[in-house]
T-cell receptor, first 110, second 115 residues
């Protein structure tokens, strides 16, 4: 099974609402990153949170990390139609290895 | 403009016909990597390279080869493609040798179909 698993697999909301997606992982990590992928295109880095950090903000993004529960959450506030994309967490498990989850598909309707 | 380029973007081929997907980055990054993306499986790492002439296997290296003769280029070679290699392929690069702690920059992807 995957090191990183996102939940939910799909999320549909209206513009202006907040979107929350979660990532659970299995092994110890050095850091956790979130990426966005627009349909069929390359991934774009959003934010990185290190294992000794608990929360990080970047614009409308808020990421939390709970290493005791081996989980992270990504909150997008005041969602826009342009936020429609798939979101992936990626965990740095050491040995030059970044392991991606299976992603959450977010649909933001106008 | 800083970018990772891949060619071709789309490719349909037949079983057994050798092919190469090129990847090039203009950011002077040491670390480069290839991933494949399949529905329900997310991205899986095929090979990575920490610097010129240094490559290593990722999670799914079978059926693939890579080379790193120049810092900017990291081609992916399928010597004898098979239908189970039909996938969306991404090249990525980042700036440190132990680079997974840093942001990875992704190419636009190559959609490969093997008939």
């Amino acid at each position: 099974s995957q090191q990183g698993e996102e939940d939910p697999q799909a999320l549909s909301i209206q513009e202006g609402e907040n979107a929350t997606m979660n990532c659970s992982y299995k092994t110890s990590i050095n850091n956790l990153q979130w990426y966005r992928q627009n349909s069929g295109r390359g991934l774009v880095h959003l934010i990185l949170i290190r294992s000794n950090e608990r929360e990080k903000h970047s614009g409308r993004l808020r990421v939390t990390l709970d290493t005791s529960k081996k989980s992270s959450s990504l909150l997008i506030t005041a969602s826009r139609a342009a936020d429609t994309a798939s979101y992936f967490c990626a965990t740095d498990v050491g040995f030059q290895k970044l392991v991606f989850g299976t992603g959450t598909r977010l649909l933001v309707s106008p | 403009e800083a970018q990772v380029t891949q060619n071709p973007r789309y490719l349909i081929t037949v079983t057994g016909k050798k092919l190469t997907v090129t990847c090039s980055q203009n950011m002077n990054h040491e670390y480069m990597s290839w991933y494949r993306q399949d529905p329900g499986l997310g991205l899986r790492q095929i090979y990575y390279s920490m610097n010129v002439e240094v490559t290593d296997k990722g999670d799914v290296p079978e059926g693939y080869k890579v080379s790193r003769k120049e810092k900017r280029n990291f081609p992916l070679i399928l010597e004898s493609p098979s239908p189970n290699q039909t996938s969306l392929y991404f090249c990525a690069s980042s700036s440190w040798a132990s680079a997974v702690t840093d942001t990875q920059y992704f190419g636009p992807g190559t959609r490969l179909t093997v008939l």
